[in-house]
């Protein structure tokens, strides 16, 4: 459906998206950009921290994977961010090629940036890299991508290969066996888990209490619009952290609501390089804060989770941007 859209729809929806994550109580959102052309207009179109990662993917790629590495360095490096950071995104492993995974790993090592990538979202990713066979492999095999790194799972894989790191963030987490999960917790890698979307698809039930109990940083993610059902009938569906927040809840009932808030402040915070700048009042931190009303007798982390995500004010670096209820 993309492949018909212009500049102008892409850099339209990417404003909208913005706009709907901002109007929900964002301050920062770590990004991962598809269409780098975007880059540095978009930045400008938002008062949100944008840490933007450029995503890579090798299947069908018209470009070697030093030449898109290269391209998406130099526009980082031509472009600098002004009000966020950057990173490389190889979009999944099944979907890039060893030798892509090992040029974006060395460019961000040697410009100390953070890596994001899609890990051990679905069964059939799990079937494909442990098994050798089911459908995944044998389309990604016709499209002529080499299959000689399966036979291990995708998070072995990726140690292998240097990838997991304190400065990776890993998306999606769902397939994981012990082995993986231990390999996750002694790189001190991150995982971002995405409700909506893992409702969606009907995955296998997220490893939370294996990964708290090895120590991991967790964060909760909105992922994509496109794996994302309405919050009630009639309404489009919307990129919207509360909404995350209480499919959260509603999987893990036992979990306690200022954990949960923590998912979506101080861990997201650590996630991205700033725990001791963003996701917590402390000093030196920057002043962003989101109001949202509750009862004054109320558990303000109880309140979290039942706020819709509508009318809340928003304050970053100490400035109002979205303001309905103050005025």
């Not at 780098?36 to 299947?59: A, C």
């Not at 494909?128 to 066979?133: A, E, K, T």
């Not at 000093?283 to 979290?304: C, K, R, V």
Request: charged share 20%; net charge negative; hydrophobic share 35%.
């Amino acid at each position: 459906l993309k492949a018909d859209w212009t500049y102008s729809d892409y850099a339209n929806s990417w404003i909208a998206g913005a706009n709907q994550l901002l109007e929900s109580g964002c301050t920062t959102v770590a990004d991962i950009e598809c269409v780098p052309e975007l880059i540095p207009e978009v930045w400008r179109s938002t008062p949100m921290r944008v840490h933007t990662f450029h995503e890579l993917i090798s299947v069908r790629g018209r470009q070697t994977p030093r030449a898109q590495v290269a391209e998406a360095v130099a526009n980082f490096t031509n472009n600098p961010n002004p009000n966020g950071g950057v990173g490389l995104s190889p979009h999944a492993p099944y979907s890039t090629s060893s030798e892509l995974r090992d040029e974006a790993t060395r460019a961000a090592n040697e410009n100390s940036w953070c890596l994001c990538m899609h890990i051990a979202e679905s069964e059939a990713e799990d079937q494909m890299f442990r098994n050798s066979s089911g459908e995944m492999f044998d389309w990604l095999a016709r499209n002529n991508r080499s299959m000689a790194d399966c036979g291990q799972s995708p998070v072995k894989l990726l140690h292998k290969s240097g990838m997991l790191s304190d400065h990776t963030i890993a998306v999606h987490c769902n397939e994981l066996d012990s082995e993986d999960i231990e390999l996750i917790a002694r790189t001190k890698t991150h995982v971002v888990h995405c409700p909506q979307s893992h409702a969606y698809f009907g995955h296998n039930p997220f490893p939370l209490k294996e990964l708290q109990n090895a120590g991991v940083n967790i964060s909760l993610g909105t992922d994509s619009l496109a794996s994302t059902k309405a919050p009630t009938s009639g309404l489009k569906p919307r990129l919207n952290l509360f909404d995350e927040v209480k499919q959260f809840a509603k999987a893990n009932p036992n979990t306690p609501p200022q954990q949960i808030s923590e998912m979506v402040t101080i861990n997201s915070a650590t996630a991205l390089g700033h725990g001791d700048e963003l996701g917590q009042v402390v000093t030196n931190a920057h002043a962003d804060f989101i109001t949202i009303p509750h009862s004054t007798n109320g558990d303000p982390y109880e309140a979290l989770l039942e706020h819709e995500g509508l009318g809340s004010s928003v304050m970053i670096n100490g400035r109002w941007i979205y303001a309905p209820l103050i005025g």
